[in-house]
Structures are given as structure tokens and as C-alpha cells.
């Protein structure tokens, strides 16, 4: 038999498992469906195709959907042998479900499902069938998602107020099982020790059920009352590979790497979701910078395809995605982005009907200048700060800008010449109308308003005119002094756009000061005992309200991904690797260690869209690198070694 | 504790419903789902009402779904009590379900599911919550009907083949249950003697499960090999109450009238489908008829809602009801004939907006001249019938004429000047251009074409020209003379359009035509032993090969929603009873019996919207005639008789 994968009409699995994703927040026993509009797959389909059998050929259809095979002009059920002759065959399978998405799985030599087949909602012309290497087993219906299970034991068990503290030590994403415990039995389950022991506040609170078992949670400390228990957490994850490792004598920066790669691992299942304990949804925003640090971790691009699938749903659009228009515009610098680090035309091609139906949506908000507005019921958030909000937002507009850019460079790589010339002169004028709206000769900066004469400078209208190509050269240098260097403008607060920011020092080349923030504030929470890294932190918090957030006693998130991202500028920066990408060569990099903080090296990172692996380490003065990929360099000051796949390299740099 | 009802999104029910409708069919244990557009229910849902308390209040709420309530600021799960104090409050309830629509029931004194909650799925504004009668039942959730069930036992059991041939003597939608019958023992259910006799076609066909029984199906013949057994049928329905009775000493016609009815009650459970057995599903012509024949028996509005909200689905409109573009220009008429059926202008008024929607998708494929062509996936049905159809199809502007009259009287009904101008407008200057362009005045008749000039004369052109206020009172005559009753013009073949044509016969007054055609074809049907009406029925039809259809041996379904119009054609125009609706005087009715058919009569019939009945009877030349309704008039020749309510009136006839 040939290699099969289970068929669905493509988007249908990921709109599913969205589904179940973003209705399976719990707080305090209470389920949480994210607010905003839930789009649901098709639940009538038929898939087809055309064969011309070069012999006899038998296939059997499997589906728990209601339906038939059609083959040519005759009728067979699901689940038994269809034999076809010699010579050319039309196969149509048809298939209604209402509780899940339909899919099939067909068994067979010549007739199977793999790559090939169409399928048509009867409203849409016929596209290509969607699968995933996740579904390929003819026993397990898509409709179900096989978690990696392992099993963790406590450790450290302490006596606390009239029961027993069980530690994992690690934070989990699972189903903790209590021996000898009645159903009914309280367990409670926290982030932090002071949550597992605050039987008010504590979010995930369980009655034991008849084996003991909470529902899956994000849990690092058990609290359960009476007698000691043999307490186990059975840990339930999607298995993405990790690919890279990093460690200096630096034990702080090494720390914080792991630390990192804990969280993003942690917040990386079926989709890169916020935080294992709240929200558990998918953010556009947030994906939008998990899918930056991927490639310095995992390398996956199919989280990326499923989480971007996940969040564009269906035409047409009508809301923004999660609501939020700033979101709706990452979501299209991140497909761009998604092709740029791993060179996935074919999925870029799938998405660029709804990159476009996206973009005319946000088209249909502008104003007669052509600036973005928003729209009753509309999110403009770009960041948890203050914006002078009168007229066109600023960093909206420099948001917008990427989604232009985006736009321009996707159609390029197409080859849509007609689309590649309309986004790129709409990109190239629009940046000048922001240009010539929202930059102040005189404070040497965007402003978040050109309406209201208050001439209001902050960090993200900035960072996001650098990040998505509005400021010029110049006026980078400028953004750079004014702003980002400047400690009178206000500070980002949140993580969210601390990656940002410390994303433009990386590209300004200022490593040090970019080192310096990076380790004092994700080291302030190490400090604070963080196992994995939270969604805000404030160095000025008092210890006993460090996990607030939104009223709640233990509101925080303390498994975050958008935590994550020194993994990326430890990478990007500090290590030095530029993952490049272009039509021509394909995938390469460009190796420029900042050798200021790698004593003691060792790493590994995934190079060649994941697919090869560079080698690195530094002690004694020597740097030492090799790899497997095509197309690597390592730049070391004014030198450039281009490395052959292979052979390792050695570098006296005393 | 007050009334509550279950609230869910406006039409999910109905999408939900509908879809397990859809695919329900089964032939010869394949499941055949329909093949168009499937809609599905909203997964996302939060519910919205302020309350003004003046006293404490305490409510709770029941859900399957994921979510939580939100009293004021605070949150509470699902199932506990909550109390509010006297006061202002606002409540919303979220909620999030994959596997059916989310719903929610709230059990209190002040605060409770009833009439006055609002909606929104988080896309379109809000809107006031949908309910229905069906689900009151707090401990039954509305994902499943609870079906009222019958025990059948058989009226005769016969020796046949190698088993007993069990026959329920009425056709029935059960589950067939054999007593002593080891599961896998193969059970043959029949619409027909030969059908359950004949072990390789019949159509429906189960393995018998643990209880010895089949799923639910369209049933009247059993037969099962081996021994005798006991067997029954539990009958599962929907109650919808019948509200007519009729009989006359022509027992041919009184039992054309009790087949009919019996016919249409199997075809009415929770939609208007088109048959029991074929295809189960929820047509848009076929509906309209039952909607039309519907106040003849049991005046049921609930249905009609029911029905229509499922086949329109939601916005935006990609595709025609059923692909069929006149199955949507009949919707139209179908919300229109509602209201002027049962005055119900809440449920004009929650489809109005869809109506507008659909016209517009409509407008959207007029040529220049403004006549409707077809795109492509679309089908133009009409009828089974051979048609010219080149250029702009004749019957479908016909139909498109009927969309312009409903419109334009809808927006007239809800007060709408402007869109009732509009249509209006669009309405005369439509009709006109139709008659310009297929009016032939030497053939005295529509033509199919007026592009191919072949001057085709057919039927169904010029009866939807009558039906559909194309035609003027001179060209009636015409038409009248000319096709309806030339037998040149090749019949009528279908149920569906007999329904039409002896319609426009009893207008014109042609009742003894009327009454030969319909005694000669339903009685044909009763001559082979029909205890449903058929499909379709051809006299010349041999009878090894009447039930054949679509070159299926048991293809033709034998209990055919379309084929009980003899319950409209009966009491409309030989009891003579028109419903009358007008926004000035409500309901009222007009009777004006043809005594030459009336011999023996003793019939009911609801008026008054479902709401009142008549009592009619006629014996040895008394005609006796009671209302409990208001507005009820008696026509004799030229006498017109006003009814009182609750007066019985005598007139002797002789």
C-alpha cells in the first residue's frame, strides 16, 4: 500500500482544533470561548479526481462521514474494497458531517489519498485537498489530536497547611493523577507555589474524577490536602523538535535561553498559542512574533502554516482578526514572513487569494489621505501604553505600511506582475504620505498624531516606522538617538514590545545595550524563581503581588510565548546567525558572532529552513563552527569565510 | 418559576436541523447527503439583556455549551444559582459549542429565557434570541428532537419466499423492531410489497442491531426470511396537529383527500421535506407547495418558519437554494405567502432583511434588459420538461415577476415607502419588458424564447405568467384557451406542476375540469394501490415498472410531499374556501362550495390563521354551515352571507 494521509477541505482541520483551542480556557472551573468571532469548517464536501489506471487497481475509502463513493457512474459505501479496471476513472467522494470536519482516508496502490486530490464546498470552485503529516494513520479520524505523553514525577513533596505541596519542578501542560484519591477530591493545580496553596484564588482548581485526575492545565505545583499521595503529571504536548542548544559560562544568559526555549516550547501545541494558563487562545500578534523565534528554536514551519491558517479562517472577512485591525495586518507580514524564512512557496501561494480578500478589507478602511481608521467595534492596540488616539494612530499607519510591503513582496515572489506594480506603488506612496504626515523635523521622530498638535512622541510609533520600512536611513539614526536611546520617552513595559525594541539595537548593531536590557529584566524574573517566562513583569512589583494582572490575584500569565523572544536575539544577535533567503539561491546565513558574551559557547542552531544545522562553540580564544548547509558564512570583523558543507572551521581570535 | 424556552443565534437551530435532515437519506446502506451548499449553526455566541429589578432576583443557567455568565462585573459558572439585588443589572452569557449550536436556558421568576434576550455572534450586530415551542424541557438540550412515537403492529402477515412479509397497511417513518431476530439478520423495509420482496434492489435494507431493529425509515412493507416473528413499527413524528377533515359520499374523492393528507404528514416533521424515503431533503419548490397546501390541514405556521429559515441560511448569499435559481425566487414568494397566510408580520420582519439579500444576489444576474440568466452552478429547473432554452429562459422571468411582487408587497406590509417604491418601480417595468419580449399575440400565448424565434409555446412558461400577475385579464383568457386547455400543447407530467396548473384552472372557475383531471391522475395512483401519493405517476406505466425512477427498480419515492396538493385543490375550489388577509381586517374567509361534488360533505377546515375553524357539512340539499371565527362569509350564486361566530347556518339548497 502507498502512503495515504487523511483529506479535508484545506483550513477545515486547523478552523476545528482553533475551535477547540480557543474555547478550552478555564479559570477558576468556568470555561472562557475567546470574544470574538468563531468561524466553523464545512460540513459538506466532495473530494475528486481523475486517474488513468495503467492496470487494475483496487481502493478502500475510510470516513466517519455520512456518504459514498462515487467511481464513474456507480455507487460504493465506505469501508469496503472498490476494484477499477484498466483506463480512465472519475472518482468522487461525498461526505456530510456536523460534529467535526469531514475527511477521508483512502488505502490503496495506485488509488490513495495523497497529493492530488481536489475538493469542492459547493460554493467555491474545487481547490487542492488539504493533510498534515500529523494525520496519516487509517485508525485515527482527524478529528482527534494524539498528544506526546510523558510521564513526570514530583521533585521536591513538602507539608503544607493541612496537606501536601507536590513540585514538578518544571512548569506542564497536564493531567496531574492523584493516587488513593476519592472523586471529588479538591486538587489544586498552580503556576506558582502561592497559587497551588491559595485555595480562593488559585485559576485551575479540580474535582478529582474517579482516577484521580484533574483536565489538562498548566501546572508546576500540586496542592492537595491529607494524607501524602503518589502524585503524577502526565504531560500531554505536541512533539515539535527542538533544534538548536545554546550554552556559555555566562550562566545567566545561558539561564535565560533555556528558560526561553522551555516557554516557547510550552506555548508551541497544535498552534503557537499566548500562555499555557491564560489565554490559551490564538493572537494573531503574539504568532506573529512566535513565528519570528521559531526558526531559532524549532525550525517548524508547520505550526506557522497551521497557526496562520487557524487565524485567517474564511472569506469573506468581516471582522478583523481577534478583533484587532493591527493584528489583521501582522497576520499578512507574517505569511510573508513565513515564506521569507523557509522559502514555502506553495503555501504562500495558498494564502495569497486571502493575503489579498485581507487586504482589501483593510483597504476599505482608509481615509481620503489613504490612512488607516478604525471602525466601530474595532481593536487598534498595538501595545498595553498610552497613544495620543486623535485622528489616524500613528503606529497603526506604520503597521499598515508592512502590510504594503508584505502585499508588494508577496505578489513579486508570484510573479503577479499586474498585483507585484499596484502594492508596490501603493506601498511607495504611502510611506510618503505617512512620511510626510507623522514625522517631526524637530523632535527628530514620528508622532502618533498629526491631528491633534500635541506632537506626541512614543517608543512604538518608532519602532514599528523602523520595523516595517517608513523611516529612511537618516531618520533612523534619528529614531535611534531621540527614542529608542532616549530614557525621557516613556518605556515598553510589556515583553510584547521589548522584542520589538531590542530587535531594532540588534539592527542598529547596539549588542550591548541590547545584552544589558535583555538580561536585566528577563533576569529580574529568573531572580524571582521564573521556570518559564511571564507575560509582564515589573521590576518594582512587590513580591507578594508579582503574579497580578487584571484584578485577579494570579491573573499572570507565568508561561508566556511572547516571553520567549531571547531565543531570537541571543541568536540573531549575540550569536550572530542571519537566516537569508532569496529567490535565486535559496536558503543561506550569515554568521557574525558578538564574541563580547559567548565564552564558553556551545551551540546549535537550525540553518537551511530547518532543514541542516550549524555547529558553534567558542573557549580559549578559538571559535569553531561547521555545518551541513550550502551557502553559510561566518563574518568575524572585516573577514568573511564562506563555509563548505562538512568541515569544520577553527578561528584563533586571541 | 416563570416560562422559559431554550435561546440560541436566530436559524441555527434551523441550520443545525437541517443539516441532519440533508444527510439523512440512506439508499441501500449509502449515505447520500445533499449535494449543494451545507450551512452550518454559529460555534460563538454571547447572550445580552438588561434588567431593571425591582425586587432581589435569583436565576440560573443551563448550557452544554463552554462559557460562563456575566452578572454585572462578576463571573459564574454554568448550573449554580445567582442572585441579583434589586437594581440595574446587565447580564451576558457566552457561550462556545463545536458539535451543535450553542444554547442556553435560564430558569427564574424575573430573570428567565423568554422573549426580550438579544444575540450576537460577534460579527453582525445583535439580534433578539431565537426559541421555539419544540424546546421548553430544561433537562433536554436542543441538539436533539425528542420525535412523539406510535407503536404500529401489522394488518397482515403473509408467507412469502423463504420468510413472512409483514404489512403495516400505512406507509410510516419507524424504526422497525423483530423480536427473537439475532443482530445482523437482514430486514427488509419496502415502500412497496415488491420493493421489501425484492432482496437485491430494495432500497432500504438494515442489519438488524442488538434490539433487532432497523434505523428510522420510510417503511409500509417488512419482510424478513425464517421464521415468523412478532414485528412492529414504532412510528417517530413530529405532532403537528391536523386540523381538516373531510368526506363526502364520492368515496373515490374522499379518499383521494385522506391519502393526501396522510401523504403530507409523513413529509412534514420538523421541515417540509420532498419525500420519506427519497431524498429526505429540504427543497425550495417542493416546500413552497406544502406551504401552500399547509393551511388546508394544519394550518401550522411553526413548519413554514422552520422550513424557510433552514433553506435560506445566512448572509452573505454565495449560492441558490438547492443551486436551483427559481427555488430561490419561490422562497421569496414563500415568505410572502406566510405572512398573507397567518399575518405574521415578526417573522416578515426578521426575513426581511434576507429577502432583500436574496433579491439583491438575484438583480445581480439580470442582462441588460433586466431578464435573469443563469451562471454557471446554477440550475434553471422550473419542471421535468422539455423547454427552449436559449437566450433568457421565459418561466424563470416569470418567477423573477413573482420575486418582484413579493418584494415589493413586503416592504409595503412593514411600512418600507422607499424599498417599496423601489420594487414596485421595478415590478411594472419588468412585467412590462416580459411581455414585450415573450408575449406572442398570434399564438395568443408566452413563448419559452423570444431569442431563438422559434415561438415554442409550453405550459409552464405561461402558468407561472398566470400565477405570477405577468399575464393580463385578456391574455388569461387566452392562455386559458390556448394552452391550458389545448390538448396540443404537450401535458403536464409532474405532481409538482399539476399542482400549478389545475391551481389556475380552479381561478379561472374550470372546477368540473379540475375535478376530472385531479379524480383521473391521484385516482389513477389509488387504482395501484397508493396509500401515499406518488412522485411521479404515468398512467401508461406498466405495472412491473411503476415505481421505477431515475433507472432505479425502486428509485421512485412512493410518499411525495408535492403529490398531497389534491388537500389544497379540494378545499380551495370544490369546498370553495379561500383564506382572505388583509392589513386592514386581519383573517377572514370566503366560502363558496361547488355543491355538484358536495354530496355527503362533512368536512372541518382550520381559519382564522390556524387559529378558528369551519364546520361545513351538505346532506339531502342542506348545506350547514358554523364558525367560532370572525370575518367568515358563505358565497351561494349570487348570495353572499356573512357568518356570525358560534351561529350554525342552514340553507336548503334544493
Known sequence: MGDSFW??????????????????????????????????????????????????????????????????????????PIRLEKGPHNIRIHCGRIDAFPSVYIEGDAVRSDKGWLVSDYDRPEVPAGMNEAFRDKNADPDTWHFSEKIYEPVSVTTEKEGFLYDFGVELTAVVEAEDTLPGTVI???????????????????EADGQGRTERCAVRFVFISGERRTVRAIHQYVDIPVRASFSVEDARLTRIW????????????????????????????????????????????????????????SDPVTTHINTIADYSMLWLASVWDHYRLYGDREYLALMYPKMKTLMAFLLDQRDARGFFIGRPGDWLYID???????????????????????????????????????????????????????????KGAFVDSFASGRRRVGRQTNIFALRFGVASEEERGSILRNVILNSDVPPITTPYFAFYELDELGKAGRVKELYERMTAYWGGMLDRGAATFWEEYDPEAPAESQYDMYGDRFGKSLCHAWAASPLYLIGRYLVGLELTWSEETGAGFICRPDLAYMDGLKAEFPVACGRKTLKISFAEGILTVSTDAEDGKVVLGEDEYTLCPGRTYSFSLR
Chains 1, 2 share one sequence.
Not at 264 to 290: E, H, M, N, T
Open 384 to 442: 498595553w501604553a498610552d497613544f495620543d488616539r486623535e485622528g489616524p494612530l500613528g503606529a497603526e499607519q506604520m503597521a499598515f505600511a508592512g502590510c504594503w510591503m508584505a502585499m508588494s513582496r508577496a505578489a513579486d515572489a508570484l510573479g503577479l506582475t499586474g498585483d507585484h506594480s499596484f502594492y508596490e506603488n501603493g506601498r511607495q506612496e504611502f510611506r510618503q504620505a505617512v512620511r510626510d504626515a507623522y514625522w517631526d523635523e524637530e
Open 188 to 206: 489544586y493545580c498552580g503556576e506558582s507555589r502561592e497559587e497551588a496553596l491559595d485555595s480562593v484564588n488559585c485559576y485551575q482548581r479540580y
Open 7 to 80: 483529506l479535508w477541505y484545506p483550513g477545515d482541520m486547523e478552523l476545528y482544533y482553533a475551535m477547540k483551542q480557543n474555547f478550552s480556557r478555564v479559570e477558576r472551573g468556568m470555561g472562557w470561548p475567546a470574544f470574538w468571532k468563531s468561524e466553523s469548517f464545512r460540513n459538506r464536501v466532495v473530494f475528486m479526481r481523475h486517474y488513468e489506471l495503467a492496470q487494475a487497481a483496487t481502493f478502500t475509502v475510510y470516513s466517519k462521514a455520512v456518504g459514498f463513493v462515487y467511481a464513474d457512474e456507480r455507487k460504493f459505501p465506505f469501508g469496503t
Open 258 to 313: 533555556e528558560v526561553s526555549a522551555r516557554t516557547l516550547a510550552l506555548c508551541s501545541g497544535i498552534f503557537f498559542i499566548d500562555g499555557i494558563k491564560r489565554d490559551r487562545w490564538i493572537w494573531g500578534g503574539d504568532a506573529y512574533q512566535s513565528l519570528q523565534v521559531n526558526p531559532y528554536l524549532f525550525a517548524d514551519p508547520d505550526i506557522d502554516r497551521r497557526t496562520l491558517t487557524a487565524l485567517r479562517g
